[in-house]
Nanobody
């Protein structure tokens, strides 16, 4: 098993920044690709960013590319998402996930419970 717990969400004004964190426990964290997804009210859970095992590659959704940065610290079993220039449309519950290097929900077997990010205009 892999247990994932997100933190760092909150309320921020448009143009501001937040740094989300995901703490992992259980199976060897470094063996998994790690990703962030988000789900806004009334919408599907959408891909945000993914980072390969060993941090050899990253990929971002078009809506966040250039504003968000995903990183990992395997020595401390941590995943991060630095969010800059936030927009109201970034408002969502953000989830971290562990699995294969992919943008698809079905390729991730382990999920956190989510952390709320609200961006005010």
């Amino acid at each position: 098993q892999v247990q994932l717990v997100e933190s760092g969400g909150g309320l921020v004004q448009a143009g501001g920044s937040l740094r989300l964190a995901c703490a992992a426990s259980g199976r060897t964290f470094s063996n998994y690709a790690l990703a962030w997804f988000r789900q806004a009210p009334g919408k599907e859970r959408d891909f945000v960013a993914v980072i390969h095992r060993g941090a050899t590659g990253t990929f971002y959704a078009n809506s966040t590319k250039g504003r968000f940065a995903i990183s990992r610290d395997d020595a401390n079993d941590m995943l991060y998402l630095e969010m800059n220039s936030l927009k109201p449309e970034d408002t969502a519950v953000y989830y971290c996930a562990a699995g294969r290097y992919s943008t698809k929900l079905t390729d991730f077997d382990y999920w956190g419970q989510g952390t709320q990010v609200t961006v005010s205009s």
